[in-house]
């Protein structure tokens, strides 16, 4: 009683400090988009051990099919970077200095966290090999589910650092300013997966990387701007999902929306075609719902988490994984663990990793804790210590883009 007590108290203390200008459903938007990134990856983030101990990757999506239209459900980047789009415009438009003082003040706050994270895991590394005695595969095979969610914070850097151009193109085009973007993708996938498929060079697909997730982006810019209305944000949500349906049947793109290993084709390493014809339905659908979301998070009990969330943002992208080695790597030690260390090749080891990501969610907890300064500005630091932790951030990406 006394704890339900304590959380009403806090939830109503959270609610009473929220500004009456806050844009409760954006914030809660952006919540269920970050919550779905650690329950993705622990969902499809298998293991298997060789005969020395080794842990490797594995994923479920391998041998269980069906898992794949989860993924459709989880792959919520596009309401990521819609409401991305959103926020920056806001933010833009209410700057005090210049847009290069803007763009810097933005790309310091996300490049803080991964450094953080990174320098971190380079601190942690020498301890888990000389002190405990894990195979440098095991490590390898840690370093690089660290460093696998930190691709997207470079794109998005990437994609703010455009914020004055997208803001631009939405005061010329506006809700059409995204069709360029999604007329570009569909180039490229025609070139990769048509009739010319083995005459192009392999590395045309990543010119989907920038414009296949700047499409959501810029739809939030328009968003934002007053130039998305909601005939439009249905025809966003109906013609997404038929362009969605049409690629899935017609043009048989993979069904799993993220990487299949052994896979020749993916959906999502660069974006394909399918991934805007999603982010097109879920942005048109989070336009379309914006407003209940707004009452339904009026109550202080829905609100508080949402609160909590996002001052966490950078903290659940950047350590998500590292909670799952926390009990994956003691857990290779043991054995063949179901969930965690055996092979996801059965509907059985996804009930058992459904048991075991609250303890997954539990540690990332205690570890936002200890991790969450890391976030905060480094005005105090000194110059040798930032160029330390730049080199050991460094030295640690080497090493896992090195596995």
């Known amino acids: 009683m006394r704890v339900l007590t304590a959380s009403a108290t806090l939830a109503a203390a959270i609610d009473a400090?929220?500004?009456?200008?806050?844009?409760?459903?954006?914030?809660?938007?952006?919540?269920?988009?970050?919550?779905?990134?650690?329950?993705?990856?622990?969902?499809?983030?298998?293991?298997?051990?060789?005969?020395?101990?080794?842990?490797?990757?594995?994923?479920?999506?391998?041998?269980?099919?069906?898992l794949a239209p989860a993924s459709w459900i989880l792959q919520m980047l596009g309401i990521f970077f819609l409401v991305g789009g959103y926020s920056s415009y806001l933010s833009y438009q209410r700057r005090a200095g210049s847009a290069r003082e803007w763009t810097a003040g933005r790309?310091?706050?996300?490049?803080?966290?991964?450094?953080g994270v990174t320098a971190g895991w380079a601190l942690l590394l020498p301890i888990l090999y000389y002190g405990f005695g894990f195979p440098t595969v095991t490590l390898h095979t840690a370093s690089t589910l660290v460093v696998q969610p930190l691709w997207f914070v470079g794109v998005y850097a990437v994609i703010t650092a455009l914020t004055p151009y997208c803001v631009g193109a939405s005061r010329r085009l506006g809700f059409w300013a995204a069709a360029p973007l999604l007329g570009s993708v569909a180039v490229?996938?025609?070139?990769?997966?048509?009739?010319?498929?083995?005459?192009?060079?392999?590395?045309?697909?990543?010119?989907?990387?920038?414009?296949?997730?700047?499409?959501?982006?810029q739809v939030g810019v328009s968003w934002a701007d007053k130039r998305l209305s909601r005939r439009q944000a249905w025809l966003?949500?109906?013609?997404?999902?038929?362009?969605?349906?049409?690629?899935?049947?017609?043009?048989?793109?993979?069904?799993?929306m993220v990487g299949v290993p052994g896979a020749v084709r993916t959906n999502s390493h660069p974006p394909s075609l399918l991934v805007l014809?999603?982010?097109?339905?879920?942005?048109?659908?989070?336009?379309?719902?914006?407003?209940?979301?707004?009452?339904?998070?009026?109550?202080?009990?829905?609100?508080?988490?949402?609160?909590?969330?996002?001052?966490?943002?950078?903290?659940?992208?950047?350590?998500?994984?590292?909670?799952?080695?926390?009990?994956?790597?003691?857990?290779?030690?043991?054995?063949?663990?179901a969930g965690l260390t055996a092979a996801p090749d059965t509907a059985g080891w996804v009930l058992a990793r459904l048991a075991w990501m609250p303890l997954f969610a539990g540690l990332l907890v205690a570890i936002a804790k200890v991790a969450r300064p890391l976030d905060a500005p480094w005005e105090r630091t000194g110059v040798a210590r930032?160029?330390?932790?730049?080199?050991?951030?460094?030295?640690?990406?080497?090493?896992?883009?090195?596995?």
């Open 17 to 66: 400090r929220t500004p009456a200008h806050r844009d409760r459903a954006v914030d809660g938007l952006r919540a269920l988009a970050l919550l779905a990134v650690p329950t993705g990856h622990w969902l499809v983030g298998g293991f298997t051990l060789d005969a020395g101990g080794g842990l490797h990757n594995a994923s479920p999506l391998a041998t269980v099919g069906a």
């Open 188 to 217: 490229v996938d025609f070139l990769r997966y048509g009739p010319y498929a083995d005459t192009v060079p392999p590395w045309l697909g990543l010119l989907n990387l920038l414009t296949g997730w700047m499409f959501a982006y």
């Open 277 to 337: 014809a999603l982010a097109a339905a879920q942005s048109g659908a989070a336009v379309l719902l914006r407003d209940r979301l707004a009452r339904l998070l009026s109550r202080p009990t829905l609100w508080a988490p949402v609160v909590i969330i996002n001052l966490l943002a950078m903290t659940i992208l950047c350590w998500h994984q590292s909670a799952m080695l926390a009990v994956a790597l003691p857990a290779s030690s043991v054995g063949e663990i």
């Open 236 to 256: 966003l949500l109906a013609g997404g999902a038929v362009l969605f349906a049409t690629l899935l049947l017609a043009f048989r793109y993979p069904v799993s």
């Open 386 to 403: 930032r160029v330390a932790v730049g080199v050991l951030a460094a030295g640690f990406g080497y090493f896992a883009l090195a596995a």
């Open 107 to 115: 790309l310091r706050r996300l490049g803080r966290p991964v450094l």
